[in-house]
């Protein structure tokens, strides 16, 4: 990117489009709409701030949703985290978005019997298109981990997806 690329209007430019799959990823990650918005808006700013380091356009929803999910994984280190499945309202494993049903399989019912991180994996590679090396970045581990995460995460996922086909 060339240095006047972090002025407003290419920034909204840039990452507007890419606000809604980084709250859906947020979400995902975290389970709670509220900590994805301010995980999100962390992120954002982050983004802003290091926008200049982006040389390749092509790779900036890559970029960009691997910021958001470091910010995740930031808010999942505090010691808040520990205490919010025992407050009233809060569950840690809440449900990434309102449910997706897709020909009478609850896709978000599956997902969420997964951990984080898997569940992470599996957006990315099937929702948002990414390639194994994408999600790795993102994710921070080597592709070939992300690999044999999305393949293992998947296998997973598969027994409540055909149960619930048949159901």
Not at 9 to 16: K, M, R
Not at 51 to 77: E, G, H, Y
Not at 99 to 125: F, K, M, P, S, W
Request: net charge positive; with cysteine.
């Amino acid at each position: 990117m060339t240095a006047g690329a972090a002025s407003a209007g290419s920034f909204d430019e840039l990452l507007g489009p890419l606000l809604e799959p980084g709250y859906r990823l947020a979400t995902a990650i975290l389970g709670d709409q509220s900590l994805a918005e301010d995980a999100l808006q962390e992120a954002a700013f982050k983004a802003w701030r290091r926008i200049d380091t982006v040389r390749d356009p092509s790779a900036l929803k890559a970029w960009f949703l691997s910021i958001v999910a470091n910010q995740c994984r930031s808010m999942r280190r505090g010691r808040w985290w520990s205490v919010l499945p025992f407050l009233p309202g809060a569950g840690g494993a809440a449900s990434f978005q309102e449910g997706i049903v897709v020909e009478g399989i609850d896709i978000t019912r599956a997902l969420d019997r997964l951990r984080a991180q898997d569940r992470a994996a599996l957006i990315l590679h099937f929702y948002y298109e990414l390639t194994y090396a994408e999600v790795g970045r993102c994710l921070g581990i080597s592709m070939t981990a992300a690999r044999s995460r999305i393949h293992r995460a998947a296998r997973r996922v598969r027994p409540d997806l055909e149960i619930s086909e048949r159901g």
